[in-house]
């Protein structure tokens, strides 16, 4: 018998699309993004002990950081495709899936309308996988605010490039505010998980989320600026006055999302540079590889709690 939905639709920790009477109409749901279909594939058989989803911004990124849970939690039985792991949306090349234990490794691309497009299929596989109790995590990069390079920050509140904490999507024609309401149990725990010993700081604050990466974020490099270096540096330290410790691209949408969805979730990211500084990326590698896998680490230790392992 089915029990009765919570408060956000779910039931007995199972994820219920709030579209799901529609959906069940379907002879067949393709996640046509993923390229995975409810007819050739078996969800539940593929994915149903999933219990974490991590976003990240790109498939190789998603791809090494699968290989880190492998490693961290000691499993060794994963799928492979010869000597990487299985990627299960090899089928297309718009986003990546990686699957190691209860971890899904899932890209999704720049910015919120890319990351919608993922979010919406991964919560129907969720759904059909049977997976129960399901925490999503992003991590991700961006840029600081007045905040050593490195820095990994957990976002305590996400607002868009106008200050509103909330995701606006024009649904038939009207606008649709979706509130970006962090999982308070989900932020306390990756604070908790900087270590002593760390070589880098984790802090909480405010993160803009912009829908560009130039003008939008205030940068005088792109091919497109009309305004000066100190209107610049005004609104970067107007930002930092309201709260705000880092920016970047995707929070907003994510966490509302997974709001409304029902979903625990949380962002954590790096900062790559501090914006009052500079606002040129190098592509100096080694310094990013490293500094990657710092939010990484972080939602890793909490993945470890969760799971008992030590
Ligand atoms: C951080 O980095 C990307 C832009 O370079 C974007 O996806 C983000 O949020
Ligand atoms: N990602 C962003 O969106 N902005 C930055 O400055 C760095 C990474």
């Known amino acids: 018998m089915e029990s009765e939905p919570d408060s956000t639709g779910n039931r007995n920790g199972l994820v219920i699309p709030k579209n799901h ?141 106008e200050m509103n904490p909330y995701y606006k999507l024009a649904v038939l024609g009207k606008p649709v505010q979706r509130l970006a309401k962090v999982d308070q149990t989900l932020l306390e725990s990756l604070l908790r998980c900087s270590e002593p010993d760390d070589d880098f700081k984790t802090v909480k604050g405010t993160t803009f989320c912009s829908d560009d990466f130039y003008e939008g974020q205030a940068r005088l490099d792109g091919a497109f600026c009309e305004y000066e270096e100190e209107d610049k540096m005004k609104f970067l330290q107007e930002l930092r006055n309201k709260g705000v410790c880092n920016i970047e691209m995707e929070s907003l949408g994510f966490l509302a999302m997974c709001h409304y969805a029902g979903v625990k979730g949380a962002v954590a990211c790096v900062t790559l540079l501090d914006r009052l500084q500079q606002d040129t990326l190098s592509c100096d590698v080694s310094m990013l590889k490293r500094w990657q896998v710092r939010p990484q680490n972080v939602v890793l230790r909490h993945i470890k709690k969760k799971l008992h392992i030590t």
Do not use: W
């Open 21 to 161: 009477r529609k959906l069940h109409l379907l002879k067949v749901d393709h996640l046509y993004h993923l390229a995975l279909d409810t007819e050739k594939d078996d969800l539940e058989k593929m994915f149903g002990d999933v219990r974490f989803v991590c976003f990240g911004g790109q498939p190789s990124r998603m791809e090494k950081f699968s290989a880190l849970v492998a490693r961290e939690l000691n499993i060794d039985d994963h799928e492979m495709d010869g000597d990487r792991p299985k990627n299960y949306a090899a089928g297309t090349d718009r986003y990546s899936i990686h699957k190691v234990g209860p971890v899904l490794s899932v890209s999704h691309g720049i910015g919120i309308p890319s990351l919608s497009v993922v979010f919406n299929e991964i919560i129907k596989l969720v759904h059909y996988a049977k997976c129960k109790d399901v925490e999503f995590f992003r991590i991700g990069t961006c840029g600081g605010l007045g905040l050593e390079p490195g820095t990994v920050v957990v976002t305590e509140k996400a607002v868009d490039g």
